[in-house]
């Protein structure tokens, strides 16, 4: 059955993406990043310290934290929500997704701290947080480089992610909640800049899916990432590159 999608999206089109850098005065860091109607506030820190398996190492540390706010759903989420496994899945996957990225050797021996908070939910906020989660490290960086803490190059790529599924046998990118919640397959993806993996996380609710339908899925997150990508570096500029080392 082939499904209409809000707004007339098509089935291989992200959602618009508005990405409000600075968001937060007295973080590193920060931006609010709008994919449709998912609302997530970003914002990165800095620790002069790291954890024990790194002291004395002179390398670094990144960790990200999530969260899902009171009125971010149409049912309140009660603030302890940050440690239900869910959560602390979504949070090991964006540490994981900008670590792939960042060279946290050069970084000194401080930890970075990244929090994701989700203000509006509407399907694809682990993504929203990872796309995000990298604009406020950029601009993070950005100061710590400016006080001549830090070494050069220090990224490897950009970084962003998309949601894809199968919903009533169509694939789709970048899911509202309407489509996750009706999915009968459902990923999430974090690549780079230059194309390659660094996170796929699927599964099936209902029926098995092909290798056929895996790659189909993985070339629409191809896509929608390079459009995203396009969005962060319109918004980042020139901002980033002397940390990527052009």
């Not at 199968?166 to 397959?185: M, P, R, T």
């Not at 189909?216 to 590159?241: N, P």
Request: hydrophobic share 40%.
């Amino acid at each position: 059955m082939e499904i209409k999608r809000r707004a007339g999206r098509a089935f291989d089109q992200i959602r618009e993406i508005k990405i409000t850098k600075n968001f937060i005065k007295y973080a590193l860091g920060s931006c609010l990043i709008e994919m449709g109607d998912t609302k997530v506030v970003c914002s990165v820190n800095a620790e002069d310290k790291v954890p024990l398996f790194l002291k004395g190492t002179d390398s670094g540390w990144l960790t990200a934290e999530y969260a899902l706010l009171p009125s971010s759903t149409s049912n309140r989420v009660p603030r302890n929500s940050n440690l239900t496994g869910r959560s602390q899945e979504i949070q090991r996957m964006i540490g994981r997704s900008l670590r792939g990225v960042l060279d946290v050797k050069k970084i000194g021996e401080r930890t970075l701290w990244v929090d994701c908070d989700v203000i509006q939910a509407d399907g694809g906020t682990r993504a929203a947080a990872v796309t995000g989660g990298f604009v406020a490290l950029v601009e993070g960086l950005s100061k710590l480089k400016k006080a001549r803490l830090i070494k050069l190059p220090l990224l490897r790529d950009y970084l962003a992610a998309v949601s894809a599924g199968i919903v009533y046998g169509n694939k789709v990118i970048d899911l509202d909640y309407s489509e996750d919640s009706e999915a009968s397959v459902d990923f999430n993806v974090a690549m780079t800049g230059g194309g390659e993996f660094i996170e796929i996380q699927g599964t099936a609710e209902g029926y098995p899916f092909s290798q056929e339908e895996l790659a189909e899925l993985l070339k629409l997150a191809d896509k929608g990432i390079k459009d995203i990508i396009e969005v962060q570096k319109k918004v980042l500029k020139d901002e980033i590159e002397y940390l990527l080392g052009h």
